[in-house]
């Protein structure tokens, strides 16, 4: 259903802020960038700010406060609180009720920023149009009892304008020349810094729902992008978060590029973060191979519609022979967990490279690029 949009359901704070953002992330910053250059004051404070609040937005607001996936001391959920603030994208108490929605109503009517309503609307849309009637805070009790997250909840616009814009200017004026500098702190370290911290979490609501890979579940449209992890310190993984949303990582393979994941690990190593929850491996080997058999299944029923032709034949018996593959593997390793058999780890890096195998060559028939013999 497309979201009505009137006059009367405009959130003119939000849309006069972000607009003031934007614009002067795209006009004044890079007029004050050409005349002056970047400092290096001024580029390693745009560096820490940057990581700072999207960092307090991944580790903190999402997979701290929102999932609950680790616990962490006061340091931790203190800094994550206050650079959390600074990225002007609302308290974490708010932040975390419209996520806690997004999950359980992902692509429905519920979910804050329903993809089905539009890229845009998922986007951005959602922060400029209120919903009417605006959602109770009625799933964030947890979080009500946490003081730390309270004092913020009510003053999160006064940290945010004093630490994420104002101190910027100050350190900008004392360490980067003067006026100069305070411009330069202001434009680069704040304006042009939340405008980039935002948009990079906008994308994940957006492009993370449209475009990438669906290893682990079709159940929703989130899907995978390395590209956005990148972007997101790890939060690109979008398939695998929405199937394993509790997990303290969400590029769960040992090549995924996800620092939250790492920064969450060593401050669990400093004794400052604990109870990091993991999706066992087989659990999310058993995802992979039921969403492969899926894809396989669909693959074969296509051949099976398609007309006469040379390799027709071969590539069903190839499907067919994958898809028993898929089967056995998938029910040998579910009785496996179903028994309580503790498996080796050998057994079960061999598991995940026959399937990993399997993926590949179902890739390769459906693209026509080969028929195995």
Known sequence: MKSRISLERVDWINTIFLGIITLLALTAAPVFLIKNGMPAFLGGMFAFYCIATGMSITLGYHRLFSHLSFKAKWP?????????????????????????????????????????????????????????????????????KDKLVMWQHRWDKVIALLVGLVLPSVLGYFFAGGAT????????????????????????????????????????????????????????????????????RNGVKPWNFD???????????????????????????????????????????RLQEAGDHPLRDKALEAMNALIERLSTNYHDLEKAMADRVELSRKALRNWSRETREMLDHLAEIRRGRRVPA
């Open 181 to 248: 500098g305070a411009l330069g702190g202001f434009l680069i370290a704040g304006v042009l810094r939340v405008f980039c911290v935002q948009q990079c979490t906008f994308f994940i609501n957006s492009l993370c729902h449209t475009i990438g890979r669906q290893p682990y579940s079709t159940r929703c449209s989130a899907r995978d992008s390395f590209v956005m992890s990148l972007f997101t310190f790890g939060e690109g993984y979008h398939n695998y978060h929405h199937e394993f949303q509790h997990d303290y």
């Open 259 to 301: 620092p939250t994941k790492w920064a969450i690990w060593a401050l669990s190593k400093l004794g400052l973060a604990s109870d990091l929850r993991r999706v066992p491996e087989t659990k999310v080997l058993l995802a992979e191979m039921a969403e492969a058999r899926r894809r396989a299944n669909l693959e074969l029923a």
């Open 76 to 144: 931790v959920k203190l800094f994550t609180l206050v650079f959390g603030a600074c990225a002007f994208e609302n308290s974490a108490l708010n932040w975390v009720s419209d996520h806690r929605r997004h999950h359980k109503h992902t692509d429905h009517d519920d979910d804050p920023y329903d993809i089905s309503k539009g890229f845009f609307w998922a986007h951005i849309g959602w922060i400029l149009f209120k919903q009417l009637p605006e959602p109770p805070l009625d799933n964030v009790n947890d979080l009500r």
